[in-house]
């Protein structure tokens, strides 16, 4: 089994700044991929990062103000939103894939946090 807790999500004003951190626990062999979506009401949940050992991707409307970063050593993905603007007013969603073991059994994971509500508003 593998665990996903967010952390971060905040009110904060027009231009202000918050961090997103998930932590991923549990029986990890490895992680391939982590990353951020996020689901504002009525719509449906879009990318807004991803991050693999080499390369990270962004959505065009977050490109410049955010950053994902990864932690390997604590299984943790950050993701650094500056510029904030009310249109970035979602839940956000950490979501790690990797290999989880059980005993002498590997398979695949795909988990996601709990979410994070981000309100950007004055």
């Known amino acids: 089994q593998v665990q996903l807790v967010e952390s971060g999500g905040d009110t904060v004003q027009p231009g202000g700044s918050l961090r997103l951190s998930c932590a991923a626990s549990?029986?990890?062999?490895?992680?391939?991929?982590m990353g951020w979506y996020r689901q504002a009401p009525g719509k449906q949940r879009e990318l807004v990062a991803t991050?693999?050992?080499?390369?990270?991707n962004y959505a065009d409307s977050v490109k410049g103000r955010f950053t994902i970063s990864r932690d390997n050593a604590k299984n943790t993905v950050y993701l650094q939103m500056n510029s904030l603007k009310p249109e970035d007013t979602a839940v956000y969603y950490c979501?790690?894939?990797?290999?989880?073991?059980?005993?002498?059994?590997?398979?695949?994971?795909?988990?996601w946090g709990q979410g994070s509500q981000v309100t950007v508003s004055s």
């Open positions: 979501n790690v894939a990797g290999i989880y073991y059980r005993g002498s059994y590997y398979g695949d994971f795909d988990a």
């Open positions: 549990g029986s990890i062999f490895s992680i391939n991929a």
């Open positions: 991050i693999t050992s080499g390369a990270t």
